[in-house]
C-alpha cells in the first residue's frame, strides 16, 4: 500500500489554517492542491482529499468520530460558510473556494500524466454513466472500475478487494457525507491507491443525472440556492434549519474563544 502523505511536502512552508474543535481547514489555492495531488502520485505516498462545506462541519462538531475521522485528511474550504466562520476566526477568508465539484474535472483536465480511476458510490448505473463522459472529457486518463454505493456493510471487504485488483491511482468515493469520509478514514490503510477524495454528487454531474447550477449562480457563490429549488423535499433541512443551526454554532463558539481570551484582572486591596 502507498505510505500516507505528511501534510506539507519536504521543504514547504506551514500552510495557514481554520483550527474549530479539531476539524483543521487548510488555506490553498487550487493550483498548491494540484501540487499536493501530483506529489502524492509521483511518490506513490496516499493522500486522503476532503471538501469542507458547513454541512459537512456542523455534522463534525455534532459527532466526535467524524471529527476524528477528519483528521487524517486534507481538508479544503467548501463554500460561503466555512469562508464565514474563518472571517470570524481568522480574520479573513480563505484565499480560494475549492469545491470538488468542479476541482476534481479541473485537476484531471490539467494532468497530462496518464492516470487510473475507480468510481465508487452514487446509485446503481451512475457511475458507468460518469466513466463514459470521462473517458470523452478526459482520454488521457482511464476509469479501471466502477462500484454503486449500495453495499452492506459485510460487502465492504468484497468492494476493497475491487478497487484493489484495480490499483488506481485515484479513488472517487461518493457516498455523501459523513458517509464517504468515513470509508475513506476507515479503510484508506487497506487501499491501493494514491489519492482518494470524498466528492459528493461529482458522479450524478457527471453522469448528466444531475443538473448544475448555472455559471453566473456559482459565481455569486448561489449554487445553494438552485439546488434547494430543484429538491426542496432533500435538501430543504440542510439548507434551512441546519444552516440556522450552524450559523448558532459557530457564533457560540466564537464567544466561548473571546471569553477564553480576554485577560484576567486582578482586584487590588
Known amino acids: 500500500m502507498p505510505d500516507r502523505a505528511p501534510d506539507t511536502a519536504p521543504g514547504a512552508a506551514s500552510v495557514d489554517r481554520l483550527e474549530l474543535e479539531g476539524v483543521s481547514i487548510s488555506d490553498l489555492t487550487r493550483d498548491e492542491v494540484f501540487s499536493r495531488l501530483r506529489d502524492a502520485l509521483d511518490r506513490r505516498a496516499q493522500v486522503c482529499l476532503g471538501f469542507c462545506n458547513a454541512n459537512m462541519l456542523l455534522k463534525a462538531l455534532g459527532l466526535p468520530a467524524y471529527a476524528a475521522a477528519l483528521r487524517g485528511f486534507l481538508l479544503v474550504s467548501d463554500g460561503l460558510g466555512i469562508d464565514l466562520c474563518s472571517g470570524l476566526f481568522r480574520g479573513r477568508f480563505f484565499r480560494q473556494n475549492l469545491n470538488g465539484t468542479d476541482l476534481v474535472p479541473a485537476f484531471l483536465a490539467a494532468e497530462t500524466v496518464p492516470r487510473t480511476l475507480f468510481l465508487l458510490g452514487a446509485k ?146
Open 124 to 269: 446503481p448505473g451512475i457511475a458507468e454513466a460518469a466513466a463514459r463522459n470521462l473517458a470523452l472529457l478526459h482520454p488521457q486518463h482511464r476509469v479501471v472500475g466502477v462500484r454503486d454505493g449500495y453495499f452492506a456493510p459485510e460487502e465492504t471487504g468484497a468492494v476493497i478487494a475491487a478497487i484493489n485488483a484495480a490499483s488506481p491511482d485515484i479513488l472517487l468515493v461518493a457516498l455523501g457525507n459523513p458517509g464517504q469520509e468515513m470509508f475513506i478514514a476507515e479503510h484508506a490503510h487497506r487501499i491501493d491507491a494514491r489519492v482518494l477524495m470524498g466528492v459528493g454528487a461529482l458522479l450524478d454531474y457527471t453522469a448528466g443525472a444531475s443538473l448544475r447550477a448555472p455559471a453566473a449562480l456559482r459565481l455569486v457563490r448561489l449554487e445553494w440556492l438552485f439546488r434547494l429549488l430543484r429538491e426542496p423535499r432533500r435538501l430543504g433541512r440542510r439548507y434551512t434549519v441546519d444552516i440556522v443551526v450552524f450559523l448558532v454554532a459557530i457564533l457560540r463558539l466564537r464567544l466561548a474563544s473571546l471569553m477564553r481570551d480576554r485577560p484576567v484582572r486582578v482586584a487590588r486591596s
